[in-house]
Structure formats: structure tokens, C-alpha cells
């Protein structure tokens, strides 16, 4: 394709561009959900994810972000209209160090999904929560879903989590910040 000079008023210089790439695109709506019990050590490092990005990102139009705690029911029916879900939670005895971190493929996510979970009313884990939005959504459930899971191991009654656990979060915090601002 032949690159077109076209003017922008940037110290007045010529940039060169391709007719393709002036074509504003729609800004896909994405739902950001972060389980876990902040009082149960290290399980609320997910809800240290949700909190760090709703500082880190501010108010944006085109992502939401959720707490999915304990009342994570109210929060699923807020996700029709969202096109991408990314879903933050711990994952416990993976045979890894705590604060490792992980992005299930796609294949593995949908593998999770049930017909009819048996769960708490308030406790819902992210693959419980996938298969009641995707009965709740029907042809609305997103097509793009991304989990990721940090690795911990302390999941006693304790307010705080472990420094190496807060570490993983935070490198799930650095990733989701450069890839939601992209």
C-alpha cells in the first residue's frame, strides 16, 4: 500500500500514513473482574489487583472494573454489553513458588465452563462465575475472555497478604495497565 503525506498540525511536520491507518476503529468494552477474600491472606490478591488498576487507570469509558469479593452475583448481570472479560484471581498448591504467575489459554478457560455449578451464593470462584454469566449472557457472553491466576499458598483468616504474593500481583497489576492503555 502507498504511504499518503498527510498533515497534522504536530510542529507542523508531514506524517507519513496509510488511508487504513486513519480509520478510527470502536474501542472494545472490556470488564475487568477480580476475585478473592481480602481476609483470607493471600486469597485477596486478586481484589489487590482490581484495586491497584482502579487507581493506576482512573474513570475510562470503555473498561469496568469489579470487585468480584463476596457479591459477585450483582456484578454478572453488569457485564452484557462488554465484548472482553480479563478475570484476576489466586490460584492455590500449584507446586510453584507463591506469587508465580499465569495466563490460562483460551482452550482451558472454556474448559472450566459448566452447565449448572453447584456454589455459595457468597463465594463464587472465576470458573463458576464464567459459566452462570455465559447462562446469564447467552448470545451476549463475550467471545474474548483471559484469566490469569496468581500462585499463593496462604489462605488462613488474616488481614494482608504475603509480600511475594503482593509481588505477583503487581506484575499482573504492570501487564493489565500496558495492555488496557494500548
Given at each position: 500500500?502507498?504511504?499518503?503525506?498527510?498533515?497534522?498540525?504536530l510542529?507542523?511536520?508531514?506524517?507519513?500514513?496509510?488511508?487504513?491507518?486513519?480509520?478510527?476503529?470502536?474501542?472494545k468494552?472490556?470488564?475487568?473482574?477480580?476475585?478473592?477474600?481480602p481476609?483470607?491472606?493471600d486469597?485477596?490478591?486478586?481484589?489487590?489487583?482490581?484495586?491497584?488498576?482502579?487507581?493506576?487507570?482512573?474513570?475510562?469509558?470503555h473498561?469496568?472494573?469489579?470487585?468480584?469479593?463476596?457479591?459477585?452475583?450483582?456484578?454478572?448481570?453488569?457485564?452484557?454489553g462488554?465484548?472482553?472479560?480479563?478475570?484476576?484471581?489466586?490460584?492455590?498448591?500449584?507446586?510453584?513458588?507463591?506469587?508465580?504467575?499465569?495466563?490460562?489459554?483460551?482452550?482451558?478457560?472454556?474448559?472450566?465452563?459448566?452447565d449448572?455449578?453447584?456454589?455459595?451464593?457468597?463465594?463464587?470462584k472465576?470458573?463458576?462465575?464464567?459459566?452462570?454469566?455465559?447462562?446469564?449472557?447467552?448470545?451476549?457472553?463475550?467471545?474474548?475472555?483471559?484469566?490469569?491466576?496468581?500462585?499463593?499458598?496462604?489462605t488462613?483468616f488474616?488481614?494482608?497478604?504475603?509480600?511475594?504474593?503482593r509481588?505477583?500481583?503487581?506484575?499482573?497489576?504492570?501487564?493489565?495497565?500496558?495492555?488496557?492503555?494500548?
Amino acid at each position: 500500500m502507498t504511504k499518503r503525506p498527510v498533515k497534522f498540525y504536530l510542529t507542523g511536520c508531514f506524517i507519513w500514513i496509510t488511508m487504513e491507518e486513519m480509520i478510527l476503529t470502536d474501542t472494545k468494552k472490556i470488564a475487568v473482574l477480580g476475585f478473592g477474600n481480602p481476609v483470607r491472606a493471600d486469597d485477596g490478591v486478586g481484589i489487590y489487583v482490581i484495586e491497584q488498576l482502579k487507581t493506576r487507570l482512573g474513570e475510562a469509558e470503555h473498561i469496568s472494573i469489579f470487585d468480584m469479593g463476596t457479591s459477585a452475583f450483582e456484578v454478572l448481570f453488569k457485564l452484557k454489553g462488554h465484548e472482553h472479560i480479563i478475570l484476576v484471581d489466586a490460584v492455590i498448591n500449584t507446586g510453584e513458588p507463591v506469587g508465580t504467575t499465569y495466563k490460562l489459554p483460551a482452550s482451558e478457560v472454556e474448559g472450566q465452563i459448566q452447565d449448572d455449578p453447584m456454589v455459595f451464593l457468597h463465594s463464587l470462584k472465576w470458573d463458576q462465575a464464567l459459566s452462570y454469566a455465559k447462562k446469564m449472557l447467552g448470545d451476549d457472553y463475550p467471545k474474548e475472555i483471559d484469566v490469569y491466576l496468581i500462585a499463593i499458598d496462604d489462605t488462613r483468616f488474616n488481614v494482608g497478604m504475603s509480600e511475594t504474593a503482593r509481588i505477583g500481583g503487581d506484575k499482573i497489576v504492570d501487564f493489565l495497565e500496558k495492555e488496557l492503555q494500548a
